[in-house]
């Protein structure tokens, strides 16, 4: 029942929806504090970091869509419901990354060629500091979230906005390095270190998106709590009733398993019935966002779609 609380605790304003509201208000903030310090500053290391940020609310406002279309209720034309539209949200959130990267080596590049002095930095790391403060209280919060509601957008939302600030953080390590230093071109030298690792991190995104639209399994942990699970009520039987064929998927917050329960031929449907019951019902104990399907059959029977299929190919 812990999962169940733990979303119930944090339902009250740490919604996906709401969530993605307040990361649609603090980009917008961090825009306006990163471009500020960019103009007065002249740094293209700053300059970058406002140009992901841009990213950030593009990224956020697909997010609330998504998870918006995530929540209506299955219907004739998508029986299963909506939740994988929160995989595009974090496949698109990571092709933004890619073009913001692309962006801040073009102008590193730049800058590189043409270095120019750096002039008012103290109110420029000033400036990019608040906003890296902005972004990484609201990042910690979101991730923590994501765990509770399984959202695959908000997770993917979090981790591009963590990735904006250990941006800001190597771009202002750089400045100070440049100050002290007075090598310009390390301002552009750590924008294009910066665009690397976005690289990476949308690549990641469009990674883990995919999965999910490809119904990806569930994670090897919650797979061994429900064979856990299915094991101990075959126990409770003693070995009387056998399950096999379970097969997972995941699909936004929810969970869909498949199996099917074998007991013997002679036992009448209503205690077939009732022994389903049972098991779903501490299935869903384990895991409460699940959508389970279970097929009874008797013992040593097995569907015809398997019979087939294990037919030699001809």
Not at 305 to 314: D, Y
């Amino acid at each position: 029942m812990k999962p169940a609380l733990s979303v119930a605790a944090h339902s009250r304003w740490t919604t996906p929806e709401n969530l993605l509201r307040i990361s649609v208000v603090v980009a917008i903030a961090t825009i306006a504090l990163k471009t500020s310090a960019w103009a007065v500053s002249g740094s293209v290391g700053l300059l970058s970091d406002a140009l992901e940020s841009l990213v950030n609310l593009v990224g956020a406002l697909f997010a609330l869509g998504m998870v918006t279309i995530a929540k209506r209720p299955a219907d004739e034309g998508h029986p299963y419901g909506h939740t994988k539209a929160e995989y595009f949200s974090a496949g698109f959130e990571g092709l933004l990354i890619f073009g913001a990267a692309m962006a801040i080596v073009w102008a590193s590049v730049d800058r590189l060629l043409h270095p120019q002095p750096l002039e008012q930095l103290g109110w420029g790391i000033v400036l990019s500091m608040l906003s890296t403060a902005l972004n990484g209280g609201l990042a910690f919060v979101m991730l923590r979230a994501a765990r509770v509601h399984h959202s695959m957008a908000l997770e993917g939302d979090g981790r591009h906005l963590m990735t904006d600030v250990w941006t800001s953080v190597g771009v202002v390590a750089g400045l100070l390095l440049a100050m002290l230093t007075g090598w310009h071109w390390l301002d552009a030298v750590l924008g294009i270190a910066v665009a690397l690792h976005i690289f990476k991190e949308g690549g990641k995104l469009v990674w883990r998106s995919s999965q999910g639209l490809m119904d990806e399994s569930i994670d090897a942990e919650t797979l061994a709590s429900i064979e856990t699970c299915v094991r101990a009520f075959e126990a409770e039987t003693g070995g009387a009733v056998h399950c096999d064929k379970l097969s997972t998927r995941r699909a936004g917050a929810l969970h869909f398993i498949d199996m099917h329960l074998h007991m013997p031929g002679d036992w009448t449907l209503a205690h077939a019935t009732q022994l389903r019951m049972q098991l779903e019902a501490a299935l869903l104990q384990t895991l409460p966002q699940a959508r389970i399907s279970m097929e009874v059959l008797p013992l040593g029977v097995q569907t015809q779609t398997e019979t087939v299929q294990q037919q030699p190919a001809v």
